[in-house]
C-alpha cells in the first residue's frame, strides 16, 4: 500500500447520509449543498429531471430517488462525503447499505407532515447502527408549515430529543430566513440570494428569540453535567459551551440538533452545513470498527464493498475505507470471496461522474474499478492481514414475479442480466421455481420489481414478460404437539442408520423465527447429535404441510432419544430430525401468515368514505384516522397481496388527489 496523495485530514472528513420520507426533499437539500460548496454551477430540479443525484432515467421519470447516490463537495476545509438515500419503502435496502457505511445523517422532515411513516423506518435503520443526526424541518415556505409542531412529531414519534437552534424568520410564503439562538443573529435570504445577510434579530422576534436560547439552554444543561455547573455558576450558557456540549450530545446520540430552512428557495442550507461540521463526527471520532479497526491511514488496510455497479462496460464497487491506505495498481483480498483483486483505478463519485485519484485513506468513501468479482457486504483488506467485517443486513424479500424473455433466443441474455441486477442490488433475489421451471424474481415491492423490470428493459434492452407479483406466505405453529416419536433405522448393507428421536413442538411467542432446546439427560443422545438434530430441525422448516411455505413462529425441544453403538451418526440424526419435525407439523393445528403492510393515505375530506370502504375491501384493518386542514390522514393494516393496483385505484377514486405510502409490518394469520 502507498503513501496517498490526499491533503484532507481524516478529522475533517465528514460521511453523511440524507434520510427522509419520500417528497420530504432531500433530494433538493442535496443539490443545494452541491450548488453553494461550488460541486455544481446550476441548481437542479427535480420537477425539471436536473438534478446530479436522481440522474437515473427512471428517477427522473418518477420524480423520486430509487438508487442511493454519492457525491462529494468541500466546505469550510472539510470535505463532505455525501449519500443521498431513497425515500420509499420498497428501497429501504439501499438505506441500510448506506447506513452501515456513514457516520453521521441529515434527516429531513416536511415542516407541514412533520414525522412521515418512511421517516420513522429510516430513523430507526439509523438507530440500529448508531449514527449520529441532524434534523433538518424543510418546506417552512409552504402553507401549514410549522417548525413547533414539527419538533413535538420528533419527539412523539421518534422518541428523540429534539433541541431546535433556529427560529424562523416569518411564516409561509412570508418565510425569509432564520435567527440563529447560538449567535443570536439573523440570517436573511433576499428573493434569488445565493447566500444571507447577517443582520440583528429583528424586533419583533427578540423577545421569542431570548425565550427560546434560554428553553435550549435548560434542556441542554439537564443533559450535559459541565452545562450543568455552568449554567448553575453563571445563570446561561455562553456560545462556546452551547456549541461544544451540542456536539457532545449528537455524538453520543443523547439528542438531535434541529435547524430549519426551505431547500427549493435556497434558504437555511448554509448554517445546516456549518452544523454538519460542527456537531457530525469525523471518522476519527468513531469508535473503531468491530473494536479492532482503528480509522487510522497507517494500519493494515480494511475497507467496506457497499455498492456494486454492474455495467455493460465493466464493475464499479463503492468502498468505504476504515484503516489504512490504498492506492492504484495495489493487490486487495476479498476476505468473503478468499480471491484476491487488483485495485486499477480509484474514483472520487459525483454521481454518475467521477474524478480519478491516486488514492484513498482511512475515512474516505470512494468506487474502485479493477475487481471482478466482489459483491455488496464483501470485505477488501491487506492480503497481510485479512479481517472480515460484518455486512450490511439484507432484507428478505416479500413480492415475487415470474419473468421471462419474449424471445427463446434472449433467454441467455436474461439469465446474465438478472444476475447483474441482483449483483447490484441484493435485496433482489432471482431463482428457478422447480414446479414451473419459470424464473422468478423477487423484492421488496410492487414498486422494487417495477424498477428492476424496467432496467431490464431499457439497459439490457430485453423484452420480458411479467407474471401477476405474488407475495412470500409463510407457516406457523397454532398448536403443537408433544411426545412425537421417530425412529430412523435403515439397513442396506454395510454401515447402516439408526437415531431415535421424541420431541415436542410448540407456537414460539414474539418475533422469533424458531427456538430450540435439550432436555435429554443421561446422555442418551451425544450432544454432535443434538446438534445435528436441530439441523435437521431446520431443514424441515423450508417446506410446510399446507402449502409448502417456509414455516417460521416454532419451538421445538428434543425429550428423548436413542442410540446405536455402530449405526449411530451425525447424519442419521440429522435426518432423524428433519422427518420427525415433518410428521409434527403435520400433527399440529398450522396457521397460514401472509405479509402485511401498514399503509397511511392521505385523502380530500370529501373522499374518506370511499377510501375506508376500498380498504374494508381490500382486507384492510383501520387503526387510526386524523383531519389535517381539509385533507384526512388514514392509517390502517392490509395484507399485502392487496395493494397491488391500489396507486391507480386510489387516485381514481380521489380524482388524483390522495396519496399514500407503505412500510411492511411483518406477517399475520390471513384473512378470508
Not at 490526499?6 to 433530494?27: C, E, P, Q
Not at 427535480?46 to 418518477?62: I, K, L
Not at 452544523?275 to 480494511?302: H, I, K, Q
Not at 407475495?471 to 412425537?484: H, S
Amino acid at each position: 500500500m502507498r503513501t496517498p496523495d490526499i491533503t484532507a485530514g481524516i478529522t475533517t472528513v465528514r460521511n453523511l447520509g440524507i434520510l427522509a420520507h419520500v417528497d420530504a426533499g432531500k433530494t433538493t437539500v442535496t443539490e443545494r449543498v452541491l450548488y453553494l460548496t461550488g460541486a455544481v454551477h446550476k441548481r437542479g430540479e427535480v420537477h425539471d429531471g436536473t438534478t446530479v443525484t436522481d440522474f437515473d432515467p427512471q428517477e427522473r421519470d418518477r420524480g423520486i430517488t430509487i438508487f442511493a447516490a454519492a457525491v462529494s463537495c468541500d466546505w469550510a476545509g472539510h470535505r463532505i462525503n455525501l449519500i443521498d438515500t431513497p425515500g420509499h419503502v420498497d428501497f429501504s435496502d439501499e438505506v441500510e447499505r448506506s447506513l452501515r457505511v456513514l457516520d453521521g445523517a441529515v434527516a429531513v422532515f416536511d415542516a407541514v407532515a412533520g414525522v412521515e411513516p418512511q421517516s420513522e423506518t429510516v430513523w430507526r435503520q439509523a438507530d440500529r447502527h448508531g449514527v449520529p443526526r441532524l434534523a433538518f424541518v424543510n418546506k417552512l415556505d409552504r402553507a401549514g408549515a410549522d417548525l413547533d409542531a414539527a419538533v413535538e412529531s420528533i419527539r412523539d414519534r421518534l422518541g428523540a430529543v429534539p433541541l431546535p437552534v433556529q427560529l424562523p424568520v416569518g411564516r409561509e410564503d412570508g418565510f425569509t430566513g432564520v435567527v440563529d439562538l447560538l449567535r443570536m443573529r439573523a440570517y436573511v435570504w433576499a428573493d434569488g440570494a445565493d447566500t444571507y445577510a447577517d443582520q440583528a434579530v429583528p424586533d419583533h422576534l427578540l423577545d421569542e428569540a431570548r425565550r427560546r436560547r434560554r428553553r435550549l439552554e435548560e434542556a441542554v444543561a439537564e443533559l450535559h453535567a459541565g452545562a450543568f455547573e455552568e449554567f448553575l455558576a453563571r445563570e446561561e450558557l455562553a456560545e462556546e459551551t452551547l456549541r461544544g456540549v451540542l456536539r457532545d450530545l449528537t455524538l453520543a446520540g443523547e439528542a438531535v440538533v434541529v435547524l430549519c430552512g426551505s431547500a427549493y428557495r435556497n434558504r437555511g442550507i448554509e448554517p445546516l452545513l456549518d452544523a454538519v461540521v460542527a456537531y457530525l463526527p469525523a471518522p476519527s471520532d468513531m469508535p473503531p470498527v468491530r473494536g479492532e479497526v482503528p480509522a487510522d491511514p497507517e494500519a493494515p488496510f480494511t475497507a467496506l464493498a457497499f455498492k456494486v455497479n454492474a455495467t455493460a462496460t465493466g464493475r464499479m464497487t463503492y468502498v468505504r475505507v476504515y484503516a489504512g491506505t490504498i492506492g492504484k495498481g495495489d493487490t486487495v483480498l476479498d476476505a468473503v470471496g478468499g480471491r484476491t483483486e487488483r485495485i486499477a483505478r480509484i474514483l472520487r463519485v459525483q454521481a454518475d461522474r467521477a474524478t480519478e485519484v491516486e488514492a484513498a485513506r482511512a475515512g474516505d468513501i470512494v468506487a474502485v474499478v479493477g475487481p471482478k468479482a466482489v459483491r455488496a457486504g464483501a470485505t477488501l483488506c491487506d492480503p497481510a492481514a485479512p479481517l472480515v467485517l460484518e455486512p450490511p443486513t439484507t432484507a428478505d424479500p416479500v413480492v415475487s414475479v415470474a419473468v421471462e424473455a419474449r424471445r427463446s433466443t434472449d433467454a441467455g441474455r436474461l439469465s446474465t442480466a438478472l444476475a447483474r441486477l441482483s449483483e447490484e442490488d441484493p435485496s433482489l433475489v432471482v431463482r428457478s421455481d422447480p414446479e414451473t421451471g419459470q424464473t422468478v424474481l423477487s423484492g421488496l415491492g410492487e414498486l422494487h420489481l417495477e424498477v428492476a423490470v424496467e432496467k431490464l428493459r431499457r439497459d439490457r434492452g430485453l423484452e420480458v414478460t411479467v407474471g401477476r407479483p405474488q407475495v412470500a406466505y409463510r407457516e406457523t405453529v397454532a398448536k403443537g404437539v408433544t411426545g412425537l416419536l421417530y425412529r430412523h433405522v435403515k439397513q442396506d448393507g454395510g454401515a447402516g442408520q439408526f437415531a431415535h428421536v421424541v420431541i415436542d413442538v410448540e407456537p414460539l411467542q414474539g418475533d422469533e423465527e424458531f427456538a430450540f432446546t435439550s432436555t435429554v439427560t443421561g446422555g442418551r443422545v451425544p450432544q454432535e447429535y443434538v446438534r445435528a438434530v436441530e439441523a435437521g430441525c431446520r431443514d424441515a422448516l423450508l417446506e410446510g404441510p399446507l402449502g409448502g411455505h417456509p414455516v417460521t413462529g416454532v419451538r421445538v425441544t428434543l425429550t428423548d432419544g436413542a442410540t446405536h453403538p455402530k449405526d449411530s451418526s451425525e447424519m442419521a440424526f440429522r435426518t432423524a430430525g428433519r422427518f420427525a419435525l415433518r410428521e409434527a407439523l403435520r400433527a399440529s393445528a398450522m396457521t397460514l401468515l401472509e405479509p402485511v403492510a401498514e399503509v397511511t393515505v392521505t385523502v380530500p375530506a370529501k373522499s374518506v368514505g370511499a377510501v375506508l370502504g376500498d380498504l374494508a375491501a381490500r382486507r384492510g384493518r383501520v387503526n387510526d384516522q386524523t383531519a389535517r386542514g381539509g385533507t384526512a390522514v388514514v392509517a390502517a393494516t392490509v395484507p399485502l397481496a392487496e395493494l397491488f393496483g391500489y396507486a391507480s385505484r386510489l387516485r381514481g377514486r380521489t380524482q388524483g388527489r390522495g396519496t399514500f405510502t407503505t412500510r411492511p409490518a411483518g406477517y399475520e394469520p390471513a384473512r378470508g
